[in-house]
């Protein structure tokens, strides 16, 4: 098993140095959390699941230029990605009222929204990822403006995308959180997507009976979370190559 050093771990990923300059290895948990990690379980074969799914998605959407941090698949549980600059923001793009939303506003879940919605948050679990505006973006310096009109631009683009390859499958995008991060190509500096886009962060329900296919059957304790992921792979068309086999990551050294 190769040994690699150790980067960052989050809640459902691991962050490894790269074979080469300017890449990282992303290794994929099983690990599920909610509430900034209030709430902790294991779902087996979940990091298989979304990593084939966001290997896919990126790839669809790097065809229709949408840029990513993603470069290739490695194996069933890891990635290999550029190395950004992470912006400290979530993009929360909603088309229909759910969650979080629909407590502030009164809104039925459900509801369809009368545009699509973009929301921010700063990236800060100790303070459970508060809700920011634009304000407080300028003000503290998290982005530019120049730098958040290309982030909106890309997750509206995304975002239609994404409702169109989901809704070809049966399946609804309430909503969805995006990240991005900053690479230099000489002295220019790009904004790219990071992270990953899987149903641990997206809302996805069936198109005719609403039922969830993502981490609210977790959240919510509805079960069958692991069917729900592979109901979505199986949708788009992804087949894990040995099922819920599991992968050790890599040895991490210091």
């Known amino acids: 098993m190769a040994r690699r050093r150790q980067i960052y771990e989050g809640k459902a990923k691991v962050l490894f140095e790269g ?32 990593n084939r799914i966001s290997e896919y998605l990126m790839q669809h959407l790097h065809d229709i230029n949408i840029p990513t941090h993603f470069l290739r698949r490695l ?22 009222a759910a969650g979080s939303i629909a407590k502030r506003l009164g809104l039925e879940e459900g509801t369809r929204l009368p545009r699509t919605i973009i929301e921010y948050y700063y990236k800060n679990d100790s303070l459970n990822d508060p809700m920011v505006s634009e304000e407080h973006i300028a003000a503290f310096n998290w982005a ?16 239609d995308f994404l409702m169109g390859m989901f809704a070809a499958a049966g399946i609804t995008l309430v909503d969805f959180k995006l990240e991005f991060g900053r690479v230099w190509e000489g002295e220019e500096m790009r ?10 962060n ?22 069958k979370v692991e069917e729900a992921y ?18 050790k990551g890599p040895e991490a050294v210091q």
């Not at 592979?230 to 992968?247: F, K, M, W």
């Open 202 to 223: 997206c809302r996805l329900w069936d198109t005719k009976t609403s039922e969830r296919m993502d981490k609210d059957r977790f959240r919510r304790d509805l079960g």
């Open 75 to 96: 194996n069933m549980r890891e990635q290999l990605i550029r190395e950004v600059e992470i912006i400290p923001l979530e993009v929360v793009v909603r088309n229909v």
């Open 191 to 200: 904004i790219i997507l990071a992270d990953e886009i899987s149903p641990d």
């Open 230 to 247: 592979q109901e979505v792979a199986r949708r788009l068309g992804i087949l894990p190559e040995a099922g819920n086999g599991d992968l």
């Open 19 to 50: 074979p080469e300059p300017g890449t990282l290895v992303q290794y994929f948990k099983d690990d599920v959390t909610a509430g900034n990690g209030e709430k902790n379980g294991i779902i087996t074969g979940k990091g298989v699941l979304n």
């Open 144 to 159: 530019a403006p120049q730098d958040l009109d290309e982030m909106n631009a890309l997750a509206l683009r995304t975002n």
